[in-house]
T-cell receptor
Framework: KAGVTQTPRYLIKTRGQQVTLSCSPISGHRSVSWYQQTPGQGLQFLFEYFSETQRNKGNFPGRFSGRQFSNSRSEMNVSTLELGDSALYLC????????????FGQGTRLTVV | GIQVEQSPPDLILQEGANSTLRCNFSDSVNNLQWFHQNPWGQLINLFYIPSGTKQNGRLSATTVATERYSLLYISSSQTTDSGVYFCAVPNANDYKLSFGAGTTVTVRA
């Protein structure tokens, strides 16, 4: 079956713009989490969605937001982009919350100039 | 949240060599995952291993949950094994994954 699909794969934006990233989880998976990866900070948790509800949020400013649709697809939005938002954004899909295996997409590499 | 430490941070191997990567975590966990990050950034699942030992080809992993560590073994390494290896564990109260800083493995032909 298809894996986790993230679009777009690459994105270049200028400071002050906003961006929307998309994640389609594995069919049947209802939990979607987002992570940011940077060379300096490593992999950091952004937020988790389950049944269209945000269940958990990491320590990121309010410029970072997200949502989940009834088909479990998720989007994350970053407004008023800053240079420091340049990162690889990874989406993880799980069948349920808790102790289930997480599967990651290929990521979206965002560059803010 | 749980603290995860991986060692060594870097590993350089000659093709055909064996190696062991370690992951220590600061609290009890109900599961642990090992990933290999490919050059394009995707995290590839290697093992989902709450406890015990699992093997997949030249790779194997052992988790000793009571002592809060896991080991990833690479045998007869190949150049395609190069990349960054991460371990990750979920926080008990909110399930978010905490990652180690990774071990960068370079296998030379």
């Amino acid at each position: 079956k298809a894996g986790v699909t993230q679009t777009p794969r690459y994105l270049i934006k200028t400071r002050g713009q906003q961006v929307t990233l998309s994640c389609s989880p594995i069919s049947g998976h209802r939990s979607v989490s987002w992570y940011q990866q940077t060379p300096g900070q490593g992999l950091q948790f952004l937020f988790e969605y389950f049944s269209e509800t945000q269940r958990n949020k990491g320590n990121f400013p309010g410029r970072f937001s997200g949502r989940q649709f009834s088909n479990s697809r998720s989007e994350m939005n970053v407004s008023t982009l800053e240079l420091g938002d340049s990162a690889l954004y990874l989406c993880a899909s799980s069948f349920a919350r808790g102790n289930t295996e997480a599967f990651f997409g290929q990521g979206t590499r965002l560059t803010v100039v | 949240g749980i603290q995860v430490e991986q060692s060594p941070p870097d590993l350089i191997l000659q093709e055909g060599a064996n190696s062991t990567l370690r992951c220590n975590f600061s609290d009890s966990v109900n599961n642990l995952q090992w990933f290999h990050q490919n050059p394009w950034g995707q995290l590839i699942n290697l093992f989902y291993i709450p406890s015990g030992t699992k093997q997949n080809g030249r790779l194997s992993a052992t988790t000793v949950a009571t002592e809060r560590y896991s080991l990833l073994y690479i045998s007869s390494s190949q150049t395609t094994d190069s990349g960054v290896y991460f371990c990750a564990v979920p926080n008990a109260n909110d399930y978010k994954l905490s990652f180690g800083a990774g071990t960068t493995v370079t296998v030379r032909a």
